[in-house]
């Protein structure tokens, strides 16, 4: 059974930036989409953006200027950097699996972490 | 980016009813759909993709259906665990988008 963890800070100041590991366990990081999800309190789901395990991203062009994913195959963990944050990107955050056959519609998140909420505030 | 519309926003509905909730997309996405269930506290569980796959495990109660821009996620008799909130998301192209939800209540 693949499970997912978020980890990182809870608390941000603004202007600075959030750093989130997520860790895989359970299968491997390889030949799979691995995606951010982040949702307010109270509000919707907000999709991040992806990366592939070879490193190949895609962004969400409302958070592409301040948002890098990376991706480390050795430990089966993948990374989330949100620079410049402000009270706006107060939010859980969820790391889930992209499950994708081809071009085939069916694709979705299968996997998720639990989420972690990550607090910005002086 | 393609905006995806739920309706209702939230219902109340009482243990054994038929539930309904449609979901729009501003353009056609064929049945590049899902839905997600989401328990208070808890992560998003993808319940159907495809607009109309189960899940495995999921129960049977729980039919997708639609395709195009119009699709509907129906509860066929609404158990007390089904308290939750319920996103559609589009996979047909990125930026992935989800409505913003419909919360289901137990009278």
């Known amino acids: 059974q693949v499970q997912l963890q978020e980890s990182g800070p809870g608390l941000v100041k603004p202007s600075e930036a959030l750093s989130l590991t997520c860790s895989v366990s359970g299968g491997s990081i390889s030949s799979y989409f691995w995606s951010w999800i982040r949702q307010p309190p109270g509000e919707g789901l907000e999709w991040i953006g992806y990366i592939y395990y070879s490193g190949s991203t895609n962004y969400n062009p409302s958070l592409k200027s301040r948002v890098t994913i990376s991706v480390d195959t050795s430990k089966n963990q993948f990374f989330l950097k949100l620079s410049s944050v402000t009270a706006a990107d107060t939010a859980v955050y969820y790391c889930a699996r992209w499950y994708a056959s081809g071009s085939s519609p069916s694709r979705h998140f299968d996997y998720w972490g639990p989420g972690t909420l990550v607090a910005v505030s002086s | 980016d393609i905006q995806m519309t739920q309706s209702p926003s939230s219902l109340s509905a009482s243990v054994g009813d038929r539930v309904t909730i449609t979901c729009r997309a501003s353009q056609s996405i064929s049945n590049y759909l899902n839905w997600y269930q989401q328990i208070p506290g808890k992560a998003p569980k993808i319940l159907m993709y495809?607009?109309?796959s189960l899940q495995s495990g999921v129960p049977s109660r729980f039919r997708g259906s639609g395709s195009g821009t119009d699709f509907t996620l129906t509860i066929s008799s609404l158990q007390p665990e089904d308290s939750a909130t319920y996103y559609c998301?589009?996979?047909?192209?990125?930026?992935?988008?989800f409505g913003q939800g419909t919360k289901v209540e137990i009278k």
């Open positions: 998301q589009q996979s047909y192209d990125t930026p992935w988008t």
């Open positions: 495809a607009a109309s």
